[in-house]
C-alpha cells in the first residue's frame, strides 16, 4: 500500500441549509439591537414633547421666578420694576396661621373626595358586572354623558338643588316625618358648604373611575374565581384575594390621578360661591388666586402655587415608588 493510500484526506464539511420556516435569520434572544434604534421612539415623542415644554415648560418658569420677586400692581403695569425678594415670600406664607388652615382644609377636602370616588366607583364597577347588556349599555351612557358635562353647568345644577329657597334637596328631605329642611341654608357654614362641593366633585370624578375599574374587571381571570369559590372564598374573599391584587395598578393609577385632581380644585369653589370664597370655603388653589388677583399681591400668590405644586409632585413621587414596588413584584 502506498503513501497515498494510507493518508487520509480532508473532506469539508456540508454546510446545509436551514429549512424553511424554521425561523432562521431571526435575531436570536439576547442579540442587541441595531445601532440608532433607541433614537426612534424619542423622534416620535418629540413633537409631543416640545408642545408641553411650550404648553407647561413657560409658566411654570414664570411661576417659579415671581415666587421669588416682589411683585405687584406698580409692577403688572410697568410703573417698577420687579426687586427680588429671595425667600421673604415663602416665609411670609409658612409663617401664617391661614395659610396651613387652608393647607389643613385642602388636604382633609381632598382626601373625603378621592375616598368617596374610589370606594363608590369600585361599588359601581363591581355591579356592572352582574347586570345585563343592555343594563350596563345605559348606565354606561348616563356616567359618559355626567362625565362629559361642562363643570360650569354642573356647579349650577348643584347650586340649584341646594338653593335655600327653591332647592328640591331641601324639599325631598322636609318629606321626611319629623325632618324639616324648608329654608336650610348648607352655605351657612364652612364644613357644610365643603360637603356639597365635595359631592360635586365626586359626582364628576365617579364616571372615569367606574369606567376604568370596569375595564380592569374584565381582565380578571374567572378560572382564579372559581378556584377561589371551590377553596371555600366568599365574595369578599374572591374580592381581597383575587380581584384586588390584579386591579392594584389601576386602583394606584386612579387613586393618584384623584388626589391631584382634587386638591387642585377651583371652579367649583369659585363659582359655588359666586367668585367671592369665604374665608372658611378657601382652598389652596383659590386661597393663591384672592392672593394674586384680589389682593394684586402676585409674588405671594405665585409662592403658595408654588408650594401646591411641590406637594402634589410629593404625591406622583409616591406613585412612581408604588408603580416600581408593583413591578419588582411580578
Known sequence: MSAADTTTAKV??????????????????????TAGGGGIPWMLLAPCLLILLLVLGYPLVRLVTLSFQYFGQPQLWGFQEAEWAGLDNFTKIL??????????????????????????????????????????????????????????????IFKWLFDADYGVLNWILSRIPGVDMIGHNWFASGPQGLAVIMLLVVWGAVPFVVITLSAGLTQVPKELEEAARLDGAGAWGVFRFVTLPILKPIIVMLTTLSVIWDMGVFPQVYVMRNGHPEAEFQLLTTYSFDKAFVVNDYGTGSAIALVTVLLLLGVVAVYMRQMLKIGEVE
Not at 15 to 31: D, F, I, N, V
Not at 137 to 145: C, D, Q, S, T
Open 95 to 156: 409663617g401664617d396661621g391661614e395659610f396651613w388652615a387652608v393647607v389643613l382644609r385642602t388636604v382633609i377636602f381632598a382626601g373625603g373626595a378621592v375616598v368617596l370616588t374610589m370606594v363608590i366607583g369600585m361599588l359601581i364597577a363591581l355591579l356592572l358586572q352582574r347586570v345585563s347588556g343592555w343594563v350596563k349599555a345605559l348606565i354606561n351612557i348616563v356616567l359618559v354623558a355626567s362625565w362629559g358635562m361642562p363643570i360650569i353647568v354642573a356647579t349650577a
Open 12 to 33: 469539508p464539511p456540508v454546510r446545509q441549509s436551514p429549512p424553511s420556516g424554521s425561523g432562521a435569520g431571526t435575531p436570536k434572544p439576547g442579540k442587541k439591537p
